[in-house]
């Protein structure tokens, strides 16, 4: 076995075995009523899933020096995953909480892994969502969500995936389109079912205890963060940097918060309706539109700083 086979599979397993580590402690000292109980298995058994297919995406990708794992990028994972950890804490369901059939909150953070990953490869990306949304919710108290965690880390992973192309410009158009029929169908679900109630939105002065519909915003809002990142996809058409992070995060956000979402089909027995409209739509949608804000102000922010190093 090569060292970049070993050192890419090594970092697959430290991410189980953090996953693993984490649950045991959460789960032997959190409330009953927030443990993961008898889903955890099927919990697990998503996230081996997932991680089978990061490791098929890089034995077929496996010439490509974007897998590369050494010093640097060890590094990378750890401030990554911390500042992922404490911007996720922060955001996670204690400051703004999105209507929805599961907890969704307003998460800004989630600039930070689409960052990562493009900026230093995808494993840099998939660790640093993956462990960092993994410790973010254990500091919450409300339970935890090992297949959201791998889809977090699957978001930084495809962000890096622009590595794969040496003409990034080239791949943009192709991966607008992908994201753009993701996009539309997700909400033309919700539209055809825009009563799905939000389930822990409770507001009983106004009458409201978790029956209300998903709010209108959640239902469309993939759609809103779509055309913010064409807007900024042609706006920033000269800085190919901005460009291609906003737009490959873009992808990795609905494929990774997709496969989350979808898996809750078969974790918590929620309909393929209830799925897309109660919980990919009210976290993918208002991640797109933070993805086309925050995401160019960081690309900008690295590359002045590494004008100035000399890098």
Request: charged fraction near 10%; glycine fraction near 10%.
């Amino acid at each position: 076995m090569g060292k970049k086979l070993l050192y890419f599979v090594l970092t697959l397993v430290a991410v189980l075995v953090i996953f693993g580590i984490v649950a045991a402690i959460v789960e032997s000292t959190i409330s009953p009523d927030f443990r993961m109980g008898a889903s955890v298995l099927p919990r697990f058994i998503v996230v081996a899933i997932g991680l089978v297919l990061v490791f098929i995406a890089y034995y077929f990708t496996r010439e490509n020096a974007m897998w590369a794992v050494g010093t640097r990028q060890v590094v990378y994972m750890a401030i990554g995953a911390a500042l992922y950890a404490i911007f996720s804490y922060l955001f996670n369901g204690t400051v703004f909480v999105v209507p929805s059939v599961s907890q969704v909150a307003l998460r800004p953070a989630i600039c930070i892994p689409m960052f990562f990953g493009y900026a230093f490869g995808p494993v840099v990306g998939f660790f640093t969502g993956a462990v960092g949304n993994m410790f973010g919710d254990a500091l919450t108290g409300f339970g935890l969500s090992p297949q959201w965690s791998l889809g977090n880390g699957l978001v930084g992973l495809i962000a890096g995936f622009a590595f794969l192309f040496t003409d990034k410009r080239k791949s943009l158009n192709t991966v607008l389109i992908v994201g753009a029929v993701l996009a539309a169908l997700a909400t033309a679900i919700y539209l055809i079912n825009p009563t799905i109630e939000n389930k822990l939105f409770f507001a009983p002065d106004q009458g409201i205890f978790g029956d209300a519909p998903i709010a209108l915003f959640a239902g469309i809002s993939a759609i809103i963060g779509l055309l913010m990142v064409v807007i900024v996809r042609f706006a920033f058409g000269e800085n190919l940097d901005v460009a291609a992070a906003v737009t490959w995060s873009m992808l990795g956000n609905l494929i990774g918060i997709g496969l989350a979402a979808i898996s809750d089909i078969w974790i918590n027995g929620y309909s393929p309706v209830v799925a897309v409209v109660g919980e990919f739509l009210p976290s993918a949608g208002p991640n797109l539109i933070f993805a086309a804000i925050l995401v160019p102000i960081l690309v900008g922010a690295y590359a002045a700083l590494q004008r100035q190093t000399g890098r």
